[in-house]
């Protein structure tokens, strides 16, 4: 059983192990368009108060990344219903994670599909996606605005998508201005839709969910 935080907030490395298994937040499931294994990723799960970086780098490696062989991947990475101060672990610890994946790993890896991003998610990735990741990496980002688009990339079948995800996309129906662009990115690339560039002078770093 997983014992609960200590007064410092922070759980033993083995507990904060079982906690990240038993959310799966991270799920290796389906295929996209193309064959390839899917990484899923639902950031409402994950639990950024009560996990460590190096706890964090160490799961990935042995429990997903070593998973994942040497083969070609996409990842889909839900956004929906995420918060800063719950789900946010930090630009720095971002950078180190990311650092942490073997380049055969990433090399590997040929499109992040970003759910639900939200304007500030968009704002924050516009402005630091250069700087925190490679140009390689940052160019795989794709915005996806709905599920029904999503499914053009990814197969449907053998993913688990959480019910809240799907209510997300309902209440977007009232929402048509939000949902203007099925698949977005911040950088040029050759898709038969155009995209959208932001200009972003300033940016607080309070906005990032």
């Not at 197969?155 to 309902?170: A, C, S, T």
Request: aromatic share 12%; net charge neutral.
């Amino acid at each position: 059983m997983t014992s609960p935080p200590s007064a410092s907030g922070m759980m033993s490395g083995v507990d904060q192990e079982q906690l990240l298994e038993k959310l799966r937040i991270f799920k290796i499931q389906g295929t996209d368009r193309h064959g390839r294994n899917v990484l899923v990723i639902i950031g409402k799960y994950f639990p950024a108060r009560f996990i460590s970086v190096e706890v964090l780098k160490k799961y990935l490696e042995e429990k997903i990344l070593s998973r994942l062989g040497e083969k070609a991947f996409s990842v889909v990475y839900v956004h929906t219903g995420v918060q800063r101060s719950d789900n946010f672990p930090g630009i720095s610890a971002l950078r180190s994670i990311y650092e942490a994946v073997p380049i055969n790993v990433r090399d590997h890896l040929e499109a992040v599909y970003f759910l639900h991003p939200g304007l500030q998610a968009r704002l924050f990735f516009a402005t630091f996606g250069r700087f925190l990741f490679n140009g390689g990496l940052y160019q795989k980002l794709q915005y996806v605005n709905r599920l029904e688009f999503l499914w053009n990339h990814v197969r449907r079948k053998g993913l688990e998508i959480p019910e809240f995800v799907f209510d997300h996309d309902e209440e977007l129906e009232d929402r048509p201005m939000m949902d203007y662009y099925g698949l977005e990115s911040d950088h040029p690339r050759i898709y038969a839709s155009s995209t959208h560039d932001s200009q972003v002078g300033m940016y607080s770093m309070r906005c990032i969910a």
